[in-house]
Structure formats: C-alpha cells, structure tokens
C-alpha cells in the first residue's frame, strides 16, 4: 500500500509547472494585444493630431482656397506617411468664418479636420465585417493673416 501511494505522489509532481505555463500563456496573449494595440492607437493620434496641424498651416500659407484645400491634403498624406500610417484612409474637411466662400479673404478663422482610422493589429476579418479598427480624428483652428495685403482696387 505504501508503494502505491508514492507512485501517485510523483505523478503530480511538474503539474503545477505545465499549469503555471498555460495559465501564463492565457493570460499574457490577450495582454501582449492590449498593449500592442495600445500603442497603434496612440501613434495614430499622434500622426493625425499632427496631420491636422500641418494641413492647417499648408492652407493658410496658400495663395487661394483651391491650392490651399490641395496642399493641406498633401501635407495630412505626409505626416499620416511619416507616422506609419501609410495606408490610412483620410478624410480633410476645410471650413471657414466669417467668409464660408472665400477663406482668404479679410481675416478668416480656418478649421481643419482629419479623420481617419487605425487598423487593430493580429485581429483577422472573422466575421467578414472588415478587420477590426479604431477611428481617430483632430481639428487645428487657425487665423488667416491678420496683417495680409489686400489689393487695391483700380481708380
């Protein structure tokens, strides 16, 4: 009887080891993926808060709104590229007061927004609705020259 009982000692002996290591490994997957995708949101803030900054300046220093609207696309594309996010979608929205029309008229404030969004990493399309993402948007508000030069009209 004695002989039997240690027998069954030692076959539990490493169990708390292998369970250990599962257990880890449970845990520490889904982990790893929080904090990975922690940071490629993070970055994605970065790069379209960034985006938003440089469109605005670039439609500022434009001569009119139509190269403005093309530059400041340009410069978002590029900052986006610089942060990683090369095949991001962009969406640059461009809106104006007191002068809706005309942005470099007289002392206009300019509103630029960036939308765009971070695809989740390691995440599959399970359902076929599309890899799971994370949509990211900023806005940078801005005068146009206070002290630009107008024009004189003809006499």
Same mark, same amino acid.
């Given at each position: 009887m004695t002989r039997v009982r240690r027998r069954q000692a030692r076959d539990d002996r490493g169990s708390a080891l292998v369970e250990l290591v599962w257990l880890g490994v449970l845990l520490l997957v889904p982990?790893?993926? =929080?904090? =990975?995708?922690?940071?490629?949101?993070?970055? $994605?803030?970065? $790069?379209?808060?960034?985006?938003?900054?440089?469109? $605005?300046?670039?439609?500022?220093?434009?001569?009119?709104?139509?190269?403005g609207r093309a530059r400041a696309e340009a410069a978002a594309r590029q900052v986006l590229d610089d942060h990683g996010l090369k095949d991001a979608p962009l969406d640059v929205t461009v809106t104006c007061r007191p002068f809706p029309r005309d942005c470099h008229a007289g002392t206009s404030v300019v509103t630029v927004r960036i939308a765009s969004r971070v695809d989740l990493p390691l995440l599959p399309d399970v359902l076929g609705g599309g890899a799971p993402s994370f949509s990211l948007d900023a806005s940078h508000t801005l005068p146009i020259g206070q002290y630009q030069e107008v024009p004189r009209a003809a006499p």
């Open positions: 982990m790893l993926w =929080i904090v =990975i995708s922690v940071f490629e949101v993070q970055s $994605g803030a970065f $790069g379209v808060s960034g985006a938003a900054r440089a469109a $605005g300046r670039a439609f500022a220093l434009a001569p009119d709104d139509a190269t």
